[in-house]
């Protein structure tokens, strides 16, 4: 009952972030990316101050290559820096590593965030959104169904198409991505609407044709193409994220004065504007 009471409030709290402002940002149609998506140049940094506050940001292209540069550029940084917390995608971090190479092939960026922080002995903060609140968001712009087809196939369809959770397709979606992500993080879902078989008819009533690896398209869930419906559901869910993240940026800002901040590039192309108005606004 605590813990219900609990997850209750923080989504309540959540919900309230989200309506307090509409921060300006740049529209996934207009970010500086090519036709792969790549960044301009990667990291993607930003550096903000003011009279009292220090905001490093660091937009990534992911990576779990301990020479690539990037690393390099993030530990700089972060010991140019010297901050006080760092905020970071992908959930709460929570695994320890032993050192620098170890952290970043287990973990890419993530891992040598946590390994920098847990050595200077501070915290990271999770600047991702709640998954059952932006569930619930993209349910009530679209509708439950698309949420479900957007939510499968970019964070366990295409990782399994690239070798990230072996075994039989079917059996990961049932144990990996309903019990394990989505019944997990309290997002609501009838027996029907749990089974594979559910989302590969709502695959081929979207896309006009039958589900397989060979035919599902990345493209056609990327925010920043036309090609079709889901790059619009792709655009608002990364726009509602977007909307949290930089609350939660502005929350950090009132108890830090030096803040670092790592997260996918694109984000970091859309929000741009925003950060630099909540810096100027301090």
Do not use: C
């Not at 366990?156 to 075994?167: E, K, L, N, V």
């Not at 594979?196 to 709502?202: D, H, I, Q, S, T």
Request: zero cysteines; hydrophobic letters at 40%; a positive charge.
């Amino acid at each position: 009952m605590k813990k219900q009471l609990l997850l209750l409030i923080l989504l309540l709290g959540s919900l309230h972030l989200l309506a307090q402002k509409k921060y300006a940002t740049i529209s996934y149609l207009d970010i500086k990316v090519d036709s792969m998506g790549n960044l301009p140049k990667n990291p993607y940094v930003i550096t903000l101050s003011n009279k009292t506050k220090q905001l490093s940001v660091v937009g990534t292209q992911h990576s779990y290559d301990t020479a690539a540069a990037m690393f390099t550029v993030i530990e700089d940084i972060f010991y140019r820096l010297k901050p006080e917390i760092i905020i970071n995608e992908g959930g709460n971090l929570t695994k320890k590593y032993t050192s620098r190479n170890q952290a970043i092939k287990r973990s890419g960026e993530l891992g040598l965030e946590k390994y920098l922080a847990d050595n200077a002995g501070i915290k990271t903060v999770n600047g991702d959104m709640p998954d059952k609140l932006e569930f619930d968001q993209l349910s009530k712009t679209f509708s439950k169904k698309e949420a479900l087809v957007y939510f499968a196939s970019e964070r366990f369809i295409f990782p399994y198409a690239f070798g990230q959770y072996p075994g039989n397709l079917e059996a990961q979606y049932d144990s990996v991505f309903i019990k394990g992500y989505l019944l997990k993080e309290k997002i609501e879902l009838n027996a029907e609407e749990r089974t594979f078989a559910y989302y590969k008819e709502a695959y081929k009533k979207y896309f006009k044709q039958d589900f397989s690896l060979d035919n599902i398209n990345q493209l056609d869930f990327t925010p920043f193409l036309r090609r079709g419906h889901f790059n619009d559901i792709t655009r608002s869910s990364k726009q509602i994220r977007d909307q949290y993240l930089l609350s939660k940026i502005e929350e950090q800002l009132k108890l830090h004065s030096r803040i670092l901040l790592v997260f996918g590039g694109w984000h970091i192309l859309a929000i741009e504007p925003a950060l630099k108005e909540i810096m100027t606004d301090r």
